[in-house]
């Protein structure tokens, strides 16, 4: 659906050349929802607006549904861009204009006539669940109302592929979720394409099926979401990761508790699919004498399998917990001794 | 100077004939002025830097037309355009001849409450429109007009309001009007009757663009 060749795009600036996007090479599936996530200034940005053409590569190219976005012009472009939508996180709604007739303003673009027009309105209204706010103005709008809004304005002329640049920023957590299940809602009926650029974590977990992780322009990682938080390799992507499996706290209470508990260990243990359903902590008391104190816990569920992390402190002989340790390293499970640093 | 004793024979009928030419000359000026500096305003916010029509010479040319003709004081332009008006209706007095300076002179002014009013409009929707595949014709028709459409409807207040004190200027050089009126009937004749009542005329017309304008701004801002 999606193909990024050897894309380069160098702004000049005070300093020297700026390479925002430097040698990406990226294929996205037909219904694939595809998260890219990285920091301000990684250059997600500057990619995700080379999909549509708001941006053109300054070498390299982009092929979507068939169409050579970065070499076609004015009115072909402009077609394709029919069938590349974009929602964006400050929504960009048209203040002047209810939610129909935003909702109108694509398929005025696209020149289809009125009756069919309030028709289409209508059954997008409906697809994205804003009932009854048909003639609000945007100002009369929550921030997860107004999204619904792009959302459905982006779907007016039944695009093939649908960008979402920081879409769920400026939103709640609670509408951010909201939101995110209304896309994965979309995916699943529509057999969208879906590409998402996002700085959180939690997206990434939530919805999407593979994720690049992008930093100073390039891709450092690539994979399906569930392996990437098993296995991350990049020390970014480890941040990233740990942005969804450790909140703020737990580093805090893992030094706390190394100073408190002279003996023993603390050790992080990982669970991916299958694993997180064995009594492990069961097994480990049972077969070695040492004593479990479980610190913290948290499963997370992945579009394909859930992921869970648990923080235990394990106490008793040395041998005894080394055993212990080796133990559950033999489960297929991730095992991480935490030390103080 | 002995002035006669206030309304004795006041001269009615002059004075709404000359309301009549200055509402005549407002009337005009501000519906050339609103179409006028709205092309020059677009013009100029859609050739300057990162804009749809990116262009710095035109934007350079225009933004210095612009300029020049915002800075000559009005009583020197209506000078300065005499040969013109005298080409155009063969004659330099009458309320017709008010109109070429009126709408020179307020125009450009405008042009820049324009510019500014679409300079407001977030960026974001003016790409937004991009990626949905609008031309420029529909950015500017769907999306630059309607969504500044406030700021140029209070910018044209304000242009229509200095327009009504320019015609009381253009009165001086023989254009007609309540201006007009008030500097030949009122001071030269010393009848200060005729002032006073042309002032307060002038005031009221003021206060109902003023009153206009406002209604209109907020019933369009649904910001």
């Not at chain 1, 005025?108 to 309030?118: D, F, L």
């Not at chain 2, 300065?80 to 070429?100: C, H, K, Q, S």
């Not at chain 2, 242009?159 to 009122?186: D, E, F, K």
């Amino acid at each position: 659906m999606i193909s990024i060749k050897s894309v380069q795009k160098i702004f000049p600036s005070k300093q020297g050349q700026l390479r925002a996007v430097d040698d990406v090479n990226l294929e996205i599936q037909d219904g694939e929802i595809f998260g890219v996530i990285g920091y301000s200034g990684a250059g997600k940005s500057t990619l995700i607006r080379m999909l549509n053409g708001l941006e053109l590569p300054t070498s390299g190219t982009v092929t979507v549904a068939g169409r050579v976005v970065s070499k076609i012009k004015g009115a072909e472009l402009r077609k394709a861009r029919q069938e590349i939508s974009m929602i964006f996180q400050h929504f960009n709604l048209l203040w002047s204009r209810t939610v129909s007739e935003n909702i109108a303003f694509p398929l005025e673009i696209a020149g289809i006539k009125s009756p069919e027009r309030q028709k289409r309105v209508s059954e997008l209204i409906k697809l994205v669940g804003l009932e009854g706010r048909e003639n609000a103005y945007p100002s009369q709008l929550s921030g997860g109302q107004k999204q619904r809004v792009g959302i459905a304005r982006a779907l007016a002329n039944n695009p093939k592929v649908l960008l979402c640049d920081e879409a769920t920023s400026a939103l709640d957590p609670q509408t951010t979720d909201s939101i995110l299940e209304l896309l994965v809602d979309i995916n699943k009926r529509l057999g969208l394409t879906i590409v998402l650029i996002t700085h959180e974590m939690h997206v990434i977990r939530k919805i999407c099926h593979r994720v690049a992780v992008m930093e100073s322009g390039r891709v450092v990682e690539l994979g399906q979401v569930l392996d990437v938080f098993k296995n991350p390799q990049q020390s970014i992507t480890k941040r990233f990761v740990q942005q969804v499996t450790e909140p703020e706290e737990t580093k805090e209470t893992a030094e706390h508790l190394i100073e408190r508990y002279r003996s023993g260990q603390i050790v992080q243990l990982t669970f991916i699919g299958e694993s997180v359903e064995q009594p492990i902590i069961t097994n480990v008391i049972r077969h070695n004498n040492v004593t479990v104190n479980i610190l913290q816990g948290k499963i997370s569920q992945t579009q394909s399998g859930s992921y869970g992390t648990l923080f235990i402190h394990i106490d008793g002989d040395e041998a005894e917990v080394n055993k212990a340790v080796d133990y559950i390293r033999s489960q297929q499970v991730g095992v991480e001794v935490v030390t103080s640093e | 100077m002995n002035s006669k004793p206030y309304f004795e024979d006041f001269d009615w009928p002059a004075m709404w004939e000359a309301t009549r030419q200055t509402l005549y000359m407002t009337g005009i000026s501000v519906v050339a002025t609103f179409i006028l500096g709205i092309l020059l305003g677009l013009l100029l916010f859609l050739t300057s830097k990162g804009s749809l029509w990116s262009n710095k010479p035109i934007n350079v040319v225009i933004s210095g037309v612009v300029n020049i003709f915002r800075s000559i004081p009005f009583i020197i332009l209506i000078v300065l355009l005499i040969p013109f008006t005298t080409i155009l209706f063969r004659t330099m007095i009458g309320e017709n001849a008010a109109l070429p300076a009126l709408i020179i002179g307020a125009a450009p002014f405008y042009a820049r409450m324009v510019e500014i009013g679409l300079r407001e409009i977030d960026k974001g929707v003016i790409e937004a429109a991009k990626s949905m595949g609008a031309t420029t014709g529909t950015i500017i028709w769907k999306v630059l007009l309607p969504e500044s459409m406030p700021a140029l409807v209070s910018g044209i207040t304000v242009t229509a309001i200095a327009l009504v004190g320019y015609t009381a200027m253009a009165g001086v050089i023989g254009a007609g009007g309540l201006g007009n009126l008030a500097y030949l009937q009122g001071f030269q004749r010393n009848q200060n009757d005729v002032t006073l009542v042309a002032t307060i005329i002038i005031l009221i017309i003021v206060f109902i663009i003023q009153f206009i304008g406002d209604f209109i701004t907020s019933k369009l801002d649904k910001r």
